[in-house]
């Protein structure tokens, strides 16, 4: 399996993703220039991965220009097709405002930046311990697509406290129904606000990020 990271003006956790993945997961990475269109070196069995940061310095709406990036239009139709694609925190944000994913990333309900570690947790109970650092990280969708999305188990992260319980106190953005991920009806595509790939690294004291990566090689689709 092959990962392409695509670099926008502003993304600022390309080399982050970049290192996770060649160094600590050991994987085959190349960078992916915004203005270029080329995706032929990878399969459906690939994954692009949209990085955190604030492409083209967030003007309009956070994601809403790049959404339109010639790189963006190659990746939208990888998708389309089957490819997978994962977005972090701005990567997300792209995601929604391609409409490849349900929803919007709006202003945190406490009108601040939030930078530190949190906790998430998936429909298995799982509990990871992954940062975050966003100003536009509160998930929100109408009630049918929430309803929607939950029935069909396609939120993937919920945020939560230490122990799983996904309470109020606990959500660092206001995200409706402490939403911290999710992914298409096809689950090929899948956005998250944390950061994993700040979380992969043994000298940094937390590696749960890899192993929200490393899903992403499993049976050559989404696990969790």
């Not at 080399?15 to 399969?43: I, N, P």
């Not at 097709?81 to 490849?100: D, P, T, W, Y």
């Not at 009108?111 to 536009?136: D, L, M, R, W």
């Not at 009806?185 to 490393?214: Q, W, Y």
Request: glycine letters at 10%.
């Amino acid at each position: 399996m092959k990962f392409g990271v695509v670099v926008f003006p502003g993304s600022n956790c390309d080399r982050d993703m970049y290192d996770a993945l060649k160094y600590d997961l050991e994987q085959d990475v190349t960078m992916l220039w915004h203005k270029d269109r080329d995706l032929g070196k990878f399969s459906t069995e690939d994954c692009i991965i949209l990085p955190g940061g604030f492409s083209y310095g967030d003007y309009l709406r956070c994601g809403a220009i790049a959404r339109f990036s010639p790189m963006m239009q190659s990746v939208i139709e990888f998708a389309n097709a089957g490819g997978k694609v994962l977005g972090v925190c701005n990567g997300f944000q792209i995601l929604c405002e391609s409409h490849l994913l349900p929803g919007a990333l709006l202003r945190n309900g406490h009108q601040q930046f939030v930078c530190k570690n949190v906790f998430i947790t998936n429909e298995s109970g799982k509990v990871y311990k992954i940062p975050v650092a966003h100003g536009e990280g509160r998930y929100y969708a109408e009630e049918k697509t929430l309803d929607e999305l939950q029935e069909n188990d396609q939120v993937i992260f919920y945020y939560c406290d230490e122990s799983g319980n996904i309470t109020e106190e606990a959500n660092p953005n206001g995200a409706i129904r402490n939403i911290a991920g999710i992914c298409n009806e096809n689950r090929n595509v899948f956005g998250m606000m944390p950061h994993p790939e700040r979380a992969c690294s043994v000298t940094l004291g937390n590696t749960d990020g890899r192993e929200i990566i490393k899903t992403l090689l499993m049976a050559g689709q989404l696990v969790y």
